[in-house]
């Protein structure tokens, strides 16, 4: 049986960003037979959709591969299986012997260091108390980073033995941090915190830990009454109320089992010189559970009591002295109780998930927090002491140099796999380091705990050194930015700067090198982290920059070594070489924006800073005197004034752009050679004058019929686009003047475009053909007149940028192509976002899942008021309401973060939680006159407070903040709203948008939680109330950095989850398996075992496991793939609830009932707070909870979820479709199993009608719903006989028994399945055969470039037509 997946599945909404490569989005480029690429006009085909994530790895060449046919692609495939097998070499098993132990046996693999056999055994239960040990073979101690390979005598079978060695500080500190870690590992606090990238996970509330151990269940009958189906009220269909608590389900693990009072360091430290001559290294100060007060000295030997107490030093060893060499085994032997609960603790860590505890790449923050109790902990006030005077101890070395260590992972080779994935993981590392010391530095300078490397300035000004990290603040200091929009635009060039960054990071270019730079918003304000150039603080920024300029264009220097690295960057960044005037008018190279610098640091590295141009200008956004725009974006009432004039298009917009535009060129010359070829005939019947008269009638009509071809899936939308009637109107021209062309530029043209392509004879010496090439390119705006090729020129339309006369023409062109990408966006890109909305292949259920979507079209944020009004103006904008209303609430909750910015700017931080409280009274509490509660005077002093007032960056009035009111707060988003998203919202406040946008209280606040940091407690919140606000400052928990880096791409590991995706769209499930177990192993060796990417890897091994029948395994990758998604991502993430979903289906699939209905309940719950009742999304889960239930014989409650689940179908599907009918007949089901024939013959009805009319008599759907009609009427007509039997004859009625079959688990399992998206198709062996057979042939036709039509119309031009590689 061989299994095919439904285009793996349609419903899983764009997850987050890292996770371009969603399941419904394979890459047709790899050879996929795919019929139906959809000409760029809205729905890209797969490619795009892979592109447009992060900037994945270098596009050129995969869009170039992708124009050629598939064959480059191929190969490099084959090479990667090649170097692969290189790295797998077997595992082998050593023995282990620890003192006090039993030896055991430990797996390793030659690639492992010797390092990470110390952390297995500090991480195992009977070991995992000693830090401070050598390994040793054969009396040899084992060198901690050398591989295993390397070492000479170690095989298979060799026994390592653990020898304690003597302590030092430094060893002593890293004793007594991993015992706290051992204390503290069962506790959550570190994740509510947000410190040492802990997060939360709470599957294992509901899985109750027996995921994959119970298997099948063994007696199906009895096992169903015992199972309790009741889910909570506040999940039922219908139900109002909203609460927070069960977003934090209690984890019985986490009450603290306490080991001891007290583990701190003693106040005598550090040791006395004569002590230290008898090796004691610290004092500890510690109190037993028994409430013993006792004095340790750790010495070079080992952990012993001393004679101290609190005010009397006595560094005696005490009688007896207990010495041993792990504190553990001390502890052990003075308490009973730590010893009894310290084993149980183990135990318990022991038992968890690993993915509960590894620590994750970046860290997560929860915006909720129960009230936590604050411990004492000796390690955590160290640390904090130290962080602050900017480094970590237990780095070799102290201080990193971060610039460093970021540059030289850089420049590892990569010439080859294993090369390749050093490089990554080196990579990789350095930057989540760096994120981190980032924020932690970032939040010191905006609390003010760092010193500015200018104190003297105003705070605003002040720049920072912290960690070797240089800060700055999103002000606009100096008037740099005045023309470009002051504070509005310094606050919008730091993300500029790092798009720009990432971008050049991706195509990592040889020799260029970008500051690893991270941006930190926190409390208000928003900071710049960047590593530092070496070099660059002795210097004057003047004296430095030798390429570029330092004033906005006015002076600009160029270099001949920067033009060559940044002219490797210029195809796959697809910017324009071009010249522009300096003070002395004369020209200068450059190759990027003019802000750009280069400077070249004094390690001799070549640096481009200031990025914050890399894209073109966004002309809707840019309003410049004299230029119009095309009618299109005029007709939505661009350009619009924007609060900046950095605004600039993304770079997935100029991928999809240049994609349509080749689409275009294609078609055109396509058009062109069939005219000439059909010209060729006529001139062969008619005179010349008359040929040359037919074509020119004939060329334009053929063009728009081939515009307006229903291929393009917009086309019912806008069927012309504008670059197309542009495109109409110049080849109507060309056509006309077609003899004169040849004659001027037949001759001269093509020698200049052979030199820039190095000469392109072949195709092109047919002088027609040549021309036919020159005409398109005109056409599409080519930058080259023989081959397709579009690039931008960044500095068009900057104030103050000047280009030489003799480019004049080419500037029109450029600022022709930038109005026809400005108009691209509105009137493509838009449209098929809408589109994609209403065909359900985009579901995003929240804020940042509906950014993503609009981020993955190249869609700025800023055009969120646009997409709103366009979907308000669709005729099915009924279909779209949980878009439009996600849309609003975003819109809301972006405004509201606009204000909260500045509002929080003026807040002095002993006032902090009040005034945050205070502002979410004013946004969500239906209180009128919510009053702030200035912080009641616990420590007076208002004259001094006065002076030191202006240490906060900002100043202004500290109590202005407690003034703000609800109304006025509206007030004040609704003209944001209408400022900056062009939008106008229809409510005055926070109760009238709730009632006129169907939006839920509770979902604005996790968003304004989410975006601006806020962590709340959590309890029940009462937003309705009228009589006290629904918040006070005791809510307000804490408050969090929001940061955006750069997310390094593990690219090997990447193209392989691509291939292996394609595999599988291919049917070639066991090959595309094998790929993507591959994908999982180099993810996991480029990322740790944490990644969203992995996550999205598990998810689709386990979808695979469960279709080639494997449900233990499919069970096991699924668990690890929700893990990660609650670690990585968050415990109510959109991706979060898509996981749950599918493991609850696997769950049942195991014969895990009530297991699966608990992972429905709670991912039930999840939407219900993320976006409420009212999405498509829900219909799915509910069909999912209703077929269980029935399973389960809870025949009414299952009736409630699935006919609320069919409402939602019939809303959002229109109520022909098939999802509605299969809905209907879930629901007939259930009916028939109460013996309700009538209701379920009429559902049933409904839904044969649906299958007739859709899919015809014919179709196997109509059939079977035909058969369950034909059954459904005669047991109704069987009951109804019966009941007349009772009726006439009363009690002595001689009854026929009646069937009432409750459904098996197989056939509620195969529902199950079919509403998931998986379809099993059985075959036998001979139909096996031949498919493989079909598959492979079709794959040979493609290669060989049989089948050209499917591969975007490219007809005969794959000869003639030269495209740039």
Same mark, same amino acid.
Request: hydrophobic share 35%; glycine share 6%; charged share 25%.
């Given at each position: ?207 109750? &830990? ?51 009072? %007290? ?25 037993? @559970? ?13 952990? !012993? *009591? ?133 924020? $932690? ?6 609390? &003010?705990?760092?010193? =500015? ?19 700055? *603040? ?14 509005? =635009? ?65 002076? @600009? ?38 802000? #750009? ?32 725009? /095309? ?107 077609? %003899? ?36 398109? #390119? ?23 940028? $000047? ?80 878009? !439009? ?10 405004? =509201? ?5 500045? !509002?929080?700017?003026? @807040? ?90 169907? *939006? ?31 918040? /006070? ?63 999205? #890897? ?119 479709? *098939? ?57 109704? %007509? ?14 002595? =009625? ?72």
């Amino acid at each position: 049986m061989v299994s095919k997946t439904d285009d793996i599945p349609a419903s899983v909404p764009n997850c987050s960003p890292a996770d371009f490569a969603r399941d419904g989005e394979t890459a047709n480029s790899k050879g996929t037979t795919s019929k139906k690429e959809p000409s760029c006009a809205c729905g890209h085909g797969g490619e795009t959709a892979v592109m447009n994530g992060d900037a994945g790895h270098d596009q050129a060449e995969e869009a170039d591969s992708k124009q050629d046919g598939s064959g480059d692609a191929d190969q490099a495939e084959d090479a990667n299986e090649q170097e692969v097998i290189v790295i797998q070499d077997t595992g082998f098993t050593v023995k282990i012997q620890a003192p006090g132990t039993e030896p055991f046996d430990l797996q390793v693999s030659p690639q492992e260091m010797v390092q990470e056999i110390h952390q297995v055994l500090m991480d195992r239960e009977d070991t995992c108390h000693r830090t401070c040990f050598s390994l040793q073979l054969d009396g040899n101690v084992l060198d901690n980073f050398a591989e295993l390979k390397s070492i000479e005598g170690l095989q298979e079978g060799s026994l390592l033995k653990v020898v304690e060695e003597p302590y030092t500080v430094r060893e002593a500190r890293i004793h007594v941090r991993h015992i706290r870690d051992l204390l503290k590992s069962l506790d959550p606090s570190d994740a509510y915190n947000g410190v040492d990238c802990n997060s939360l996970s709470f599957l294992s509330v509901f899985s109750d &830990g027996d995921l994959g151990d119970t298997g099948k269940r063994k007696k199906k009958g009895s096992e169903l009454e015992q199972i309790d189906c009741t889910p909570p009220e506040h999940i039922l269909p219908g139900s109002k109320e909203r609460p927070l608590v069960p977003l934090q389900p209690q984890n019985k693990d986490w009450k603290p089992m306490q080991c001891l009072k %007290v583990l701190t360091m003693s106040s005598w430290n550090p040791p006395p010189g004569n002590r230290k001559m008898h090796g004691d290294l610290m004092y500890l100060y510690i109190v037993t @559970v028994e409430d013993r007060h006792v004095s340790i000295t750790a010495s070079t030997r080992g952990f !012993y *009591l001393n004679q101290s107490t609190t005010y009397n030093f006595s560094p005696k060893p005490a009688n007896p002295s207990f010495l041993s060499h792990s504190l553990v085994e001390l502890l052990s032997q003075i308490s009973a109780a730590f010893k009894k609960n310290f084993t149980t603790l183990q135990k318990k860590r022991v038992q968890r998930h690993p993915f509960e505890r590894i620590a994750t790449p970046f860290q997560v923050y929860s915006w909720t927090a129960p009230q936590i109790d604050h411990a004492m902990d000796c390690v955590r006030a160290e640390d904090a002491y130290t962080s602050r005077l900017g480094y970590e101890e237990h780095i070799p070395g102290q201080t990193r140099d971060w610039n460093e260590e970021l540059q030289t992972t850089r420049e590892l080779s990569r010439k080859n796999l294993p090369e390749r994935l050093l490089r990554e993981r080196a990579i990789f590392k350095v930057h989540s380091d760096f994120a981190a010391a980032a924020t $932690r530095g970032a939040m010191a300078v905006i609390d &003010g705990n760092v010193m =500015a490397i200018n104190p003297g300035e105003e705070t605003r000004m002040q720049m920072f050194i912290w960690n070797n990290i240089f800060f700055s *603040l999103g002000f606009d200091v100096r008037d740099h930015y005045r023309e470009l929009g002051g504070d509005s =635009a310094a606050h919008a060039a730091p993300t500029n700067d790092l798009n720009g960054v990432r971008a050049y990071s991706a195509v990592d270019v040889e020799g260029l090198y970008t500051l690893g730079t991270v941006v930190v918003d926190y409390r208000g304000y928003r900071v710049t982290a960047q590593s530092i150039i070496p070099g660059i603080l002795e210097r004057e920024q003047e004296q430095s920059v030798i390429y570029g300029s330092i004033d906005f264009g006015k002076t @600009v220097v160029s270099h001949p070594k920067y033009l060559e690295l940044l002219e490797k960057t210029s195809r796959p960044l697809k910017v324009q070489r071009h010249a522009v005037l300096n003070e002395k008018d004369s020209a200068v190279e450059l190759c990027s924006s003019v802000e #750009c610098k280069g400077i070249i640091g004094n390690d001799g590295r070549h640096y481009i800073l200031d990025l914050l141009r890399t894209f073109p200008p966004d002309l809707n956004f840019l309003p410049v005197e004299g230029e119009e725009l /095309t009618p299109e974006s005029q007709k939505l009432g661009f350009p619009r004034q924007h609060r900046h004039r950095l605004a600039c298009l993304r770079q997935e917009l100029i991928e999809a752009f240049v994609e349509h535009r080749y689409l275009l060129f294609m078609k055109m010359a396509a058009l062109q050679l069939m005219q000439q070829k059909a010209n060729k005939d006529k001139t062969a019947a008619l005179q010349d004058p008359n040929a040359a008269g037919g074509e020119s009638e004939n060329k334009p009509l053929a063009l728009e019929s081939c515009d307006g071809t229903p291929d393009s899936p917009t086309s019912s939308e806008s069927t012309l686009t504008p670059e197309d009637s542009e495109a109409t109107t110049v080849s109507e021209n060309s056509s006309l003047t077609e %003899v004169p062309i040849a004659s001027t530029n037949g001759t001269h043209e093509p020698s200049a475009a052979e030199r820039q392509n190095g000469g392109c004879d072949g195709p092109l010496e047919d002088p027609k053909s040549r021309e036919v090439v020159l005409n398109a #390119c005109k056409a599409v705006g080519s930058i080259s007149n023989s081959s397709f090729d579009i690039r931008f020129n960044p500095d068009i339309f900057s104030p103050g940028v $000047r280009f030489p006369h003799d480019s004049n023409e080419d500037i029109q062109k450029q600022k022709q192509l930038l109005k026809d990408a400005a108009a691209f966006l509105v009137s493509c890109q838009i449209p098929s976002l809408v589109k994609d909305c209403l065909d359900h292949s985009s579901l995003p259920m929240d804020g940042a899942t509906m950014t993503e979507a609009l981020h993955q079209r190249g869609i700025n944020v800023r055009y969120l008021g646009t997409v709103l009004d366009f979907m308000d103006n669709m005729p099915a904008k009924a279909q779209l309401e949980h878009i !439009y209303r996600i849309g609003i609430s975003e819109l809301i909750t972006r405004c =509201a973060k606009h204000i909260f910015k500045t !509002y929080l700017q003026g @807040v002095d931080l002993s006032a902090l939680s009040a005034a945050v409280s205070h502002f979410l009274n004013c946004l969500l509490s239906s209180f009128p006159d919510a009053v702030a509660h200035l912080p009641a005077d616990e420590l007076v002093s208002r004259k001094k407070s006065r002076k030191r007032r202006n240490r906060v960056p900002g100043g202004g009035d500290n109590t202005a903040w407690a003034s703000l009111t609800p109304s006025e707060l509206w007030k004040n988003i609704i003209s944001e709203a209408h400022g900056y998203y062009n939008f106008s919202l229809q409510c005055e406040s926070v109760d009238q948008a709730v009632e006129k946008y169907g *939006l839920q209280k509770i979902t604005l606040l996790r968003e304004i939680s989410i975006k601006t940091g806020i962590q709340i407690l959590i309890k029940e919140y009462n937003f309705d109330s009228r009589h006290k606000p629904a918040f /006070t400052e005791e809510d307000i928990l804490n408050i969090f950095p929001v940061v955006k880096h750069v997310n390094p791409k593990a690219s090997d590991a990447f193209h392989f989850f691509q291939s292996g995706q394609a595999k599988v769209q291919q049917g070639f499930l066991k090959e595309g398996c094998e790929l993507i177990n591959e994908a999982l192993n180099l993810f996991n060796n480029v990322y740790g075992a944490m990644h969203v990417e992995i996550c999205a #890897c598990l998810r689709l091994l386990a979808r695979l496991n469960y279709i080639m029948g494997d449900h233990p395994e499919a069970l096991s990758n699924q668990q690890k793939a929700v893990l990660m998604s609650e670690r990585v991502l968050g415990i109510e993430h959109p991706n979060t609830i898509q996981e749950y979903m599918h493991l609850a289906l696997y769950c049942f699939a195991n014969g895990q009932l009530s297991t699966a209905l608990k992972l429905l309940y709670r991912a039930r719950y999840l939407m219900l707070v993320v976006c409420g009742e009212d999405h498509p999304e829900m219909a799915l889960l509910d069909s999912n909870i209703g077929l269980v239930l029935h399973g389960v014989m809870e025949y009414d409650l299952s009736l409630r979820f699935l006919e609320n689940a069919l409402a939602i179908n019939t809303k959002y599907h229109g109520p022909r479709s *098939l999802k509605v009918a299969l809905s209907h007949h879930l629901v007939a089901r259930v009916y028939e199993s109460k013996a309700e024939f009538r209701s379920a013959l009429q559902h049933e009805k409904e839904g044969y009608t649906i299958y007739k009319n859709q899919v015809g008599e014919a179709h196997e759907k109509t059939k079977e719903s035909s058969e369950y009609l034909k059954y459904l009427t005669q047991q109704a %007509v069987a009951l109804q006989r019966t009941m007349n039997e009772i009726y006439k004859n009363g009690s002595n =009625a001689s009854i026929m028994p009646l069937k009432f079959t409750a459904p098996s688990m197989a056939s509620v399992l195969e529902q199950l399945n079919i509403i998931n998206g998986i379809i099993f198709i059985p075959l036998s062996q001979k139909d096996l055969e031949n498919l493989k057979a079909e598959v492979q042939r079709r794959q040979l036709m493609q290669d060989s470039g049989k089948i050209q039509e499917q591969q975007g119309s490219q007809l005969e031009l794959d000869d003639k037509l030269p495209v740039d590689d």
